[in-house]
Antibody, heavy 121, light 107 residues
Framework: EVQVAESGGGLGQPGGSLRLSCAAS????????MSWVRQAPGKGLEFVAN????????FYLDSVKGRFTISRDNAKNSLSLQMNGLRAEDTAVYYC??????????????WGQGTLVTVSS | DIQMTQSPSSVSASVGDRVTITCRAS??????LGWYQQKPGKAPKFLIY???TLQSGIPSRFSGSGSGTDFTLTISSLQPEDIAIYYC?????????FGGGTTVEIK
């Protein structure tokens, strides 16, 4: 059974740092793009970052470029999001999601339950 | 970036009714569009890809159509368990982007 599970959320200070982790199981992790998607309280879904199976390509939401870094460890089946320079608008539930490619399209087919990040002093 | 616009923002219908949600892309995405269902307090669930193909295990009362810039998600006979927020997502180019969501409620 495919599973992804996030950890590492919590309270962060404005300008501070947090690191999110995602543990994957039930599939060959090294064969898939992986992503982080967030959802601010009462708001819709927003792509944050994704990373190619071998880590050679990464894409970021414009508002997190230079502050957030996505990385992966295929030996440990894990995905991470290092969040620096936190802002109040980063407050959200952060989901780890697997990306699949179907023909020329990329879709989020499996999602974790999410981890809440709150940025406040 | 490709902007995705959904309408309506909410819809209220009776059990058994047909419900249609539309999604419009700011530029053509061919058929590379997905739909997701999110129930309160839960993670999104992947429903449809390539505009019209149901993911495994999704009930046949759900269907999708469209290409280019205009797409629809239809629930042919609304069931109580379909109460959720539905999101479209363009799958054509990075950054992948979502519509703002449509809340489906029971009248």
């Amino acid at each position: 059974e495919v599973q992804v599970a996030e950890s590492g959320g919590g309270l962060g200070q404005p300008g501070g740092s947090l690191r999110l982790s995602c543990a994957a199981s039930g599939f060959t992790f090294s064969n898939y793009w992986m992503s982080w998607v967030r959802q601010a309280p009462g708001k819709g879904l927003e792509f944050v970052a994704n990373i190619k199976h071998d880590g050679s390509e990464k894409f970021y939401l414009d508002s997190v470029k230079g502050r957030f870094t996505i990385s992966r460890d295929n030996a440990k089946n894990s995905l991470s999001l290092q969040m620096n320079g936190l802002r109040a608008e980063d407050t959200a539930v952060y989901y780890c999601a697997r990306l699949i490619r179907v023909s020329f399209g990329y879709y989020f087919d499996y999602w974790g339950q999410g981890t809440l990040v709150t940025v406040s002093s | 970036d490709i902007q995705m616009t959904q309408s309506p923002s909410s819809v209220s219908a009776s059990v058994g009714d047909r419900v249609t949600i539309t999604c419009r892309a700011s530029q053509g995405v061919s058929s590379w569009l997905g739909w997701y269902q999110q129930k309160p307090g839960k993670a999104p669930k992947f429903l449809i890809y390539a505009a019209s193909t149901l993911q495994s295990g999704i009930p046949s009362r759900f269907s999708g159509s469209g290409s280019g810039t205009d797409f629809t998600l239809t629930i042919s006979s609304l069931q109580p368990e379909d109460i959720a927020i539905y999101y479209c997502q363009q799958a054509n180019s990075f950054p992948l982007t979502f519509g703002g969501g449509t809340t489906v409620e029971i009248k």
